[in-house]
């Protein structure tokens, strides 16, 4: 286990590790207030597929450093699926997501940007009618490259973001044995949601985030943008979660320069 997490780590490190910082020239604080619609299966839960959605509020801060780009993300979900008439209740916390990219191709019109991404992902889930109340989570810590576009089309703004995991950790529950209650203490959950990791690359984990955002130049405060994340566990008992969410995002106060 702990070889695993430090060749995370090393690998992590490397990816991040053009993350310095130059001189702000431009830093952005932007809350996103959005709709998830999301599909789950997990092996682990009898393969049923719930649907459902959530509620999502979302915190990020971008900074223009010289010509690099770099971006912290943070968000909360909240929601309920069902599958064959049975409720389960969603949770999802990101409490930190990492890119620091560069520019690649510049015309004039629009701008390719590329570099590394870090992300942590916890999914928490509880179904009071099955597995005698236990709950059941997925945790996922990734790092990949990023690819993103910023381009305009007469008074609209465009951005484009497409990234992919390269490696990761993932925290699942192993066996089905705790008692017939639920036991939410929150150190407990936190305790759970850190075990039990394995470390990997595709054959174990695959995690796909599309994101589309638009504005009108005019109004550059306001913003509304479309996500399309996938989580995938590749080994067995596998677990797949889709997620399509449009968000409606709000700047807060003035762009420093």
């Not at 510049?106 to 590329?114: C, D, P, Q, R, T």
């Not at 390269?166 to 759970?192: A, C, D, H, W």
């Amino acid at each position: 286990m702990r070889s695993h997490l430090g060749l995370f780590l090393i690998v992590s490190l490397l990816l991040i590790s053009g993350m310095g910082f130059a001189q702000e020239l431009q830093t952005r604080s932007v809350i996103s207030i959005g709709t998830q619609f999301f599909q789950l299966k997990d092996q682990k839960n009898y393969g049923l597929v719930f649907n459902g959605g959530n509620i999502s509020v979302e915190y990020t801060l971008q900074k223009l450093t010289g010509q690099n780009f770099f971006r912290y993300d943070a968000a909360f979900g909240l929601g309920a699926g069902f599958s064959k008439g049975i409720a389960g209740i969603n949770l999802h916390l990101k409490p930190a997501g990492f890119s620091y990219l560069f520019p690649l191709v510049s015309n004039g019109k629009a701008v390719l940007y590329i570099g590394p991404y870090l992300t942590m992902n916890y999914f928490f889930q509880m179904y009071p009618e099955l597995q005698s109340g236990h709950a059941l989570w997925f945790t996922f810590y990734d790092a990949g490259p990023r690819f993103m576009v910023d381009t305009r089309l007469k008074d609209q703004a465009f951005r484009v973001q497409f990234a992919n995991s390269l490696i990761g950790m993932v925290s699942r529950p192993t066996e089905m044995n705790e008692t017939y209650f639920y036991t939410l203490i929150f150190f407990n959950q936190v305790e759970k949601v850190h075990s039990n990791f394995k470390v990997g690359s595709f054959g174990l984990l695959n995690h796909p985030d599309f994101e589309l955002e638009w504005r009108q130049i005019g109004n550059s405060n306001k913003s509304l943008a479309y996500q399309l994340e996938y989580f995938c566990f590749n080994t067995e008992p596998r677990l797949q979660y889709l997620v399509h969410a449009i968000s409606f995002c709000i700047m807060l106060g003035k762009e420093n320069k």
